[in-house]
């Protein structure tokens, strides 16, 4: 999956016609929830922006999916690969 979010310094991007973010990583699922829900919890804007999709570049997740995942999931520790 692949983690889009607003650039460093709130850069923006165009995507097939559409304003998006700029790609962070490309992870498992897993990782990526864990990135948004508490590596960037301090910051609002990056974390409202957030969306996490295959790399067919289909939207799949913004924030409030990727919360009820998060809420939903047993994730593996911060030390797991």
């Known amino acids: 999956m692949e983690l889009w979010t607003l650039g460093e310094h709130g850069d923006l991007v165009l995507r097939d016609g559409k304003v998006s973010g700029v ?3 490309t992870l498992p699922l897993w990782k990526a929830v864990r990135i948004v829900m508490t590596d960037w919890e301090p ?4 974390q409202k922006t957030a969306q996490i999709m295959p790399k067919d ?4 997740l913004e924030l409030e999916e990727i919360r009820q995942i998060f809420e939903r ?4 520790g911060p030390d797991s690969q």
Do not use: H, N, Q
Not at 73 to 76: L, R
């Open 23 to 25: 790609r962070v990583a």
């Open 43 to 46: 910051d609002s804007v990056r």
């Open 57 to 60: 570049g289909t939207p799949l």
């Open 73 to 76: 999931a047993d994730f593996p």
